[in-house]
């Protein structure tokens, strides 16, 4: 089994350094370009292997994806030399790996296309809710069928779906709103959609960028049938969620002090940059100019010896709103982390949604921090950890599979009083392609990565 082994450095983190590509940003430029009968050029794609689900999906469909650089040119099926006969009655079959974004926002576009669908995914994506982005969908006159809640999902593809045009469809999920919106741009109705809570709004902003008809009221939004009929250019900013595990290493590792240029600075995204500054952390981000409707620019991180707790509860009208528990729901396990080298308690409540992840990462998150020797009190919605602790290493970390668990440990060994052990560390690729080398390197690359191949004891 590969593992890669986690030693404390022996200098401070300095330097510059680029974030990784957009992932969600990514998922939406496929997905919506799909739309297009033309060319749509995505200019530095995100490479993950979550991304990598969503452009294979397409490709199952016959578009074809053209890589060339750092430019993905996805261009519409080509025409048939005769006229198609029945639609597909046999299912085709298409495997999302572990991508639940790809699962959940390809159910819209397949909504909308003729034929019979079947998604699956690996074990993990195999026990995720789908109902969510199912159960709205048969509003608009969409055939899906979850099994239990979960995959397979079969879709009965419409080339003429209805459309919804009654009362808003409450939504809370950026992943449902983008699937909604998807099949609502195809259908002969279109779709209204209310947002009932704080959401990613990257597929709003990707909607204007491309000039579909769009628009936003009092967090309604109305999405009319559309088609897309140019040559399309979309740039990818940096991944923020990619880049925290960078500003949380510069945080925790003393005398350190990087920058990460080229970062998507939505706001919707900047949550757990609120949630480190509330805590104390030297932590300043500014936005430098913007890419295909998005913000960007870079983020400045020190070590911050005097960090102390919060209260992150949106259940408890009494506490102070720091940041947006829902908005930074992918860097809760790093914030725990943090939160053990912060001086008094950190809670962290309303993040029941950790439970359904890659992971339940509530659970993980907990037993990775008592794996290093740290002290955590796990909660039904989030956890509570008093610091400041010692965390000692010396240990195999078991991240249950999950990118994000297993890239928090990462950090978390630059910390550790003795060096840990990671198997199976090629999981971060979901996200972060190539974290390990980008961590190993960061600063003046005193960072010590070693790779090996050897059989880790349980």
């Known amino acids: 089994m590969e593992i890669i082994q986690i030693s404390r450095p022996d200098s401070p983190l300095r330097g510059q350094i680029s974030a990784p590509a957009d992932k969600s940003i990514t998922h939406r430029a496929l997905l919506f370009g799909a739309l297009n009968s033309r060319a749509t050029h995505i200019l530095n794609p995100s490479r993950s292997a979550d991304c990598l689900a ?16 750092n430019e993905l040119t996805l261009l519409p099926p080509e025409l048939p030399s005769e006229p198609p006969s029945t639609p597909r009655s046999e299912p085709l079959w298409i495997d999302c790996h572990n991508s639940g974004t790809t699962a959940r926002m390809s159910l819209g576009l397949l909504s909308a296309t003729s034929g019979v669908f079947r998604l699956t995914g690996d074990d993990s994506l195999r026990k995720r809710p789908m109902e969510r982005a199912a159960a709205p969908l048969r509003l608009l006159g969409a055939t899906v069928q979850t099994s239990n809640g979960t995959m397979p999902i079969t879709i009965h593809g419409n080339g003429e779906l209805k459309g919804y045009r009654g009362a808003p469809i409450p939504v809370a999920s950026a992943q449902v709103w983008t699937a909604l919106a998807l099949a609502g741009a195809r259908s002969q109705a279109g779709v209204i959609l209310r947002q009932t809570t704080p959401m990613r709004d990257h597929s709003a902003r990707m909607m204007q960028h491309l000039g579909l008809p769009l628009s936003i009221a009092n967090d309604v939004a109305t999405i009319q049938p559309a088609t897309l009929d140019a040559e399309i250019f979309i740039t990818i900013p940096g991944d923020l969620s990619g880049a925290a595990f960078l500003v949380a290493a510069a945080v925790l590792v003393p005398g350190s002090h990087l920058v990460i240029s080229n970062v998507g600075l939505n706001p919707t995204r900047i949550a757990f940059l609120q949630a480190l500054r509330g805590m104390g952390a030297q932590v300043q981000w500014a936005i430098e100019g913007e890419v295909s409707n998005e913000p960007c620019g870079s983020i400045t991180a020190e070590y911050s010896p005097k960090m102390h707790g919060i209260e992150l509860d949106p259940t408890n009208p009494n506490s102070p709103p720091i940041a947006s528990i829902a908005e930074m729901m992918d860097e809760l396990p790093l914030l725990a982390l943090v939160a053990a080298r912060a001086k008094g308690t ?14 339940d990462r509530i659970s993980q998150t907990a037993a990775v921090l008592r794996e290093l020797g740290g002290e955590i009190e796990e909660l039904e919605d989030g956890f509570r950890i008093t610091g400041v602790q010692e965390l000692e290493g010396g240990c195999n970390i078991d991240h249950a599979g999950d990118h994000r668990i297993c890239m928090m440990a990462g950090v978390a060994g630059l910390i550790t009083n003795q060096p840990i052990e990671i198997p199976n560390p090629s999981v971060a690729e979901v996200s ?18 070693r790779m090996s191949n050897r059989v880790v004891p349980k």
């Open 346 to 359: 950190t809670v962290v409540r309303g993040a029941a949604e950790l439970r359904v992840k890659e992971s």
């Open 54 to 69: 969503t452009a294979n999906l397409l490709q199952s469909l016959g578009y074809r994806l053209l890589a060339e650089g």
């Open 432 to 449: 972060f392609p190539r974290f390990w080398e980008v961590l190993a390197g960061v600063g003046e690359g005193n960072v010590e990565c």
